[in-house]
């Protein structure tokens, strides 16, 4: 081999060398980017889900704008609490990393809720005033009075004088 193929040689092996050094990412010190492993968050009541940052060493603070809703540990433990929104908040160092949690009524609650509107329904109408039912009016009967055609009576005969009258009732006979 020549002087001039093992110098040509040489720089190929060196050209190749830096050019695999230069696009391999293990070889560069690229940091990872920091953040959470969840940025949306969807619970039930009562359940429960952890929340991590990725990426750093440092000491994270947790927090949640609305308690009412859900809770985080200082582990990232998020419980859910009511039905509502809110947002759970990882702070590391002067930077801020944030979870939207939006927590649903639980199959249990939903069940519980179901059987309380049945139950109100029936007070309801335990408790409701009863509606006066008016008296109904006794028919009246009209009595259209009959129309007869006047008939020519026989007259009565009167009595003989031989026939005995009967005299009328006297309560003072001694008159």
Do not use: H
Not at 22 to 32: H, L, R
Not at 46 to 64: D, E, H, Q
Request: proline share 10%; net charge positive.
């Amino acid at each position: 081999m020549t002087k001039t193929n093992i110098v040509t040689l040489t720089a190929s092996i060196v050209a190749i060398a830096i050019t695999v050094v230069a696009v391999n990412p293990m070889s560069t010190n690229a940091k990872k980017v920091v953040k959470l492993n969840k940025s949306k968050l969807t619970l039930q009541t009562g359940k429960t889900s952890k929340l991590k940052l990725k990426n750093t060493k440092k000491k994270v603070k947790w927090s949640s704008k609305n308690k009412k809703v859900a809770t985080v540990s200082r582990k990232g433990v998020v419980k859910a609490v009511s039905v509502g929104k809110t947002t759970i908040t990882a702070k590391s160092g002067k930077k801020r990393y944030s979870c939207k949690v939006t927590v649903i009524m639980s199959d249990a609650d939903k069940k519980i809720k179901e059987l309380e509107d049945k139950l109100n329904k029936v007070e309801d109408k335990v408790n409701a005033t009863p509606t006066p039912i008016p008296p109904t009016p006794t028919p009246v009967r009209i009595v259209m009075p009959t129309w007869t055609t006047p008939t020519t009576a026989t007259p009565k005969p009167t009595p003989t004088p031989t026939e005995e009258t009967p005299k009328p009732y006297n309560p003072f006979p001694f008159d």
